[in-house]
């Protein structure tokens, strides 16, 4: 199918755990984008990526990594998960500067 | 810190009557702008986007830009219940080759009354 799709859709994991959260795109976009949503923050960009091989910081990338070796697939990383990284995950992506960024399903992350 | 402000509601309109949903922006540089609907649990999708001063019209939805006074809004007319969710406005920048900011103001919650 066409689109933009995550995985897991949710996700229970324990403190100090290692989790991969994927994001697939079909279109061929340039830009991917992690988000976490969390109540009273809105969406918060995490990381993004302009292409393979080309990721940067967004506003809140502390405890996360992210690598995109392929056009289509930028998985989000916790490296050693804390509870405060509960929260819903939205992956986005959009085929160039300035237009309009199209939404995965979302997962929701629940460390314990 | 680049930002994006949105009252965050609930907004609560009757049914038929107009919605109008607000948002400032603090980076003069901001070149384009989104609103988004979200409806509890689901993800965010694209209503309106608008890149230029003035207003544009998609059926029931009008947005309006006013960069000048770093100002978006949504009118939503004829409301309807299924219009009931967060509405969320995002601005985006570019700042510089490769440096591209997608940011979301934190939405505002729109009830529609039956």
């Known amino acids: 199918d066409a689109g933009i799709t995550q995985s897991p859709r949710y996700k229970i994991t324990e403190t100090g755990r290692q989790v991969t959260l994927m994001c697939h795109q079909t279109w061929s976009h340039s830009y991917m984008f992690w988000y976490r949503q969390d109540l009273g923050h809105g969406l918060r960009l995490i990381y993004y990526?302009?292409?393979?091989?080309?990721?940067d910081k967004g506003e809140v990338p502390d405890g996360y990594v992210v690598s995109r070796s392929k056009t289509e697939n930028f998985p989000l990383t916790l490296e050693s998960a804390t509870r405060s990284q509960t929260s819903v995950y939205f992956c986005?992506?959009?085929?160039?500067?300035?237009?309009?960024?199209?939404f995965g399903q979302g997962t929701r992350l629940t460390v314990v | 810190q680049k930002e994006v402000e949105q009252n965050s509601g609930p907004l609560s309109v009757p049914e038929g009557a107009i919605a109008s949903l607000n948002c400032t922006y603090s980076?003069?540089?901001?070149?384009?702008f989104f609103w988004y609907r979200q409806y509890s649990g689901k993800s965010p999708e694209l209503i309106m986007s608008?890149?230029?001063?003035g207003d544009k019209e998609d059926g029931r939805f009008t947005a309006q830009l006013n960069k000048a006074s770093q100002y978006v809004s949504l009118l939503i007319r004829d409301s309807q219940p299924s219009d009931s969710a967060t509405y969320l406005c995002?601005?985006?920048?570019?700042?510089?080759?490769?440096?591209?900011?997608?940011?979301f103001g934190k939405g505002t919650k729109l009830s529609v009354i039956p």
């Open positions: 980076d003069r540089g901001s070149q384009s």
């Open positions: 986005a992506s959009n085929p160039e500067v300035g237009l309009e960024a199209f």
């Open positions: 995002a601005v985006t920048l570019i700042a510089g080759a490769g440096s591209y900011q997608l940011t």
């Open positions: 990526s302009a292409a393979a091989d080309i990721t």
């Open positions: 608008i890149y230029s001063n």
